[in-house]
């Protein structure tokens, strides 16, 4: 990343809201908060770069009450952080770093929204992605299901735990019985729903519907109950939220050698950008462990900074990059004549 003198920034707040509300076991989405930080040479003010920090209340480890006030302070000095580098100093502030490093990015490549340049952004090549299902009531969730199956998907992601666990089982039974694991892959999501005590059985029973794998069965920080799950599931377990706020090199290394997960999950705003990202892949590859990345909910300027970074990576396991149309106010790519869209589970930057 070049230097570029005379850095300004400023910031607006975006508020997205939900086109139904979107559940998970750690409650009810109806709308969820964005900044969108702007970057720019103060000798040139028409070119400029975006990044968006985005926060999900429940979950970012850097949300507090002047987590605004901060954001303030940032762009206020924002001639501060103009390096990888620098931006180190935000650590436990990864969604701010996260937008600071996307804002860069745009900038240093002429203001376009092109963040990497790559087949994704120059020649319309894919990204394959997971479909979403968010939970409610039963026919809601097979609803959502179908949906997604004649849209072209061929792997799914379930949120579970917040309903009864018996109707889920019935509604994977459901799935399985019409589709086979060839004609669909499911993943699932626990958001940490599950004790200790329970998991390993409940694991076994999810077992049975020929899974792909189970994100973050038990909540994060209880490391010895997630390494004896990981070393007796029978499902494959993927880590989410135990790797948030782990932010040195030495305790991600720790973490991931005392699990062994078979997978984790990558979301850049909360885990320190894509440089954050970056070192987390590169120890998992040294332990063999597999991974992918997902977004955190953002609006099309964080996902689209996300995706341009996941197509560099090369990973062929479906991403979860689908979230773009969730929201009814969702903000178009600047100074660019392309969108995100989806088609046949597979996630374009493609042409208006």
Known sequence: MKFIIMLKGSWEKLTLQFKQPSGTSRGVLTEKDS????????????????GEASIIKTLSPDWNLSYESKINTVCQNISEYDSIRKLETLNTYPSIQFAIETALLDLQNGGKSII??????????????????????????????????????????LKIGAIDFETELEILKYIRTTFSEKDIEIRVDANGAFTPNNALHQLEQLSKFSL??????????????????????????????????????????????????????????????FKGTDEWVELAKQQKINWWITSALESNIGLNAI????????????QGLGTGQLFTNNTNLHHCNKSLQIKNGMLYLAGF
């Open 35 to 50: 900044w969108l930080i702007k970057i720019w040479d103060d000798k040139n003010p028409d070119i400029y770069g975006i």
């Open 116 to 157: 990497f340049k790559s087949g994704f952004t120059n020649q319309n090549e894919p990204i394959l992605i997971n479909g979403l299902i968010w939970m409610g009531t039963k026919n809601f969730m097979l609803s959502q299901i179908k949906e997604k199956i004649e849209a072209g998907f061929s792997c799914i992601k």
């Open 212 to 273: 792909h794998s189970i994100e973050q069965p038990i909540k994060q920080g209880q490391i010895e109950e997630m390494y004896q799950l990981c070393r007796k599931t029978p499902l494959p377990i993927a880590l989410d939220e135990e790797l948030i706020g782990v932010f040195d090199k030495d305790s991600k290394t720790n973490l991931l050698s005392h699990i062994q997960p078979q997978y984790i999950i990558l979301k850049p705003s909360l885990i320190g950008g």
């Open 307 to 318: 995706a341009q970074y996941t197509f560099t990576k090369n990973n062929p396991l479906p």
